[in-house]
């Protein structure tokens, strides 16, 4: 079956420190790819997706994330996190031709000031 | 645009009860879906629609029915609430599914409790 995996699933980090996001994905074909954020209180929201062209994919609030066809995998980073960033994270995969996303499991990253 | 809206926010039922889940957009938008959230399980798809008259399953489909008479509703039933169904529900939606490369917005969620 195809799935998403999310290895860190609770991360603390002080503000000003570098952050990657781990997402692993399952499927041999053609995929797109999302990262979606939850902050407190308010609805999920995309922070960045790639589905062709440069790997290196860059996402509001300074969020990036390299998609890497060998290694199934497309991590969220960011060079220096703020308080702000505290939330949780979803990695999603859209497998090309179904009319299913299929989300991992979340990481909840909380930024001390 | 209000985008994607849902009622109600927070519901407490008893096991065996039924409900529906209201989930409406404004934007025009295909393609429609419904994902339970759940602590350490992430978003699973529960039911989808690709357009009014439209619907599939998802990865957990059992116990809920959905219908999409319009394009603006997306409601999702409850049949006969279990406790299991204790969850915190989102619809999304977005403009196409064609090429799966379309932004989903999400509603602000339905907290349901069954006892």
């Known amino acids: 079956a195809q799935s998403v995996s999310q290895h860190n699933h609770h991360v603390i980090l002080s503000e000003a420190a570098s952050l990657e996001l781990g997402c692993n994905y399952s499927?041999?074909?053609?995929?797109?790819l999302f990262w979606y954020v939850q902050y407190p209180g308010q609805h999920l929201q995309l922070l960045l997706k790639?589905?062709?062209?440069?790997?290196l994919v860059k996402g509001i609030k300074g969020f990036e994330a390299e998609f890497i066809k060998s290694k199934f995998s497309f991590n969220l980073r960011k060079p220096s996190v703020q308080w702000s960033d505290t939330a949780e994270y979803f990695c999603a995969v859209n497998p090309s031709g179904t009319y299913k996303y299929i989300f991992g499991t979340g990481t909840r990253l909380k930024v001390l000031a | 645009n209000a985008g994607v809206t849902q009622t109600p926010k927070f519901q407490v039922l008893k096991t065996g009860q039924s409900m529906t889940l209201q989930c409406a957009q404004d934007?025009?938008?295909?393609?429609m879906s419904w994902y339970r959230q759940d602590p350490g399980m992430g978003l699973r798809l529960i039911h989808y629609s690709v357009g009014a008259g439209i619907t599939d399953q998802g990865e957990v489909p059992n116990g809920y029915n959905v219908s999409r008479s319009t394009t603006e509703d997306f409601p999702l039933r409850l049949l006969s609430a279990a406790p299991s169904q204790t969850s915190v529900y989102f619809c999304?939606?977005?403009?196409?599914?064609?090429?799966?490369?379309?932004?989903?917005?999400f509603g602000p969620g339905t907290r349901l409790l069954v006892l």
């Open positions: 499927y041999g074909g053609t995929v797109n």
């Open positions: 790639y589905f062709s062209g440069d790997p």
């Open positions: 934007m025009n938008h295909e393609y």
């Open positions: 999304a939606s977005s403009y196409s599914i064609e090429l799966g490369r379309e932004t989903q917005y």
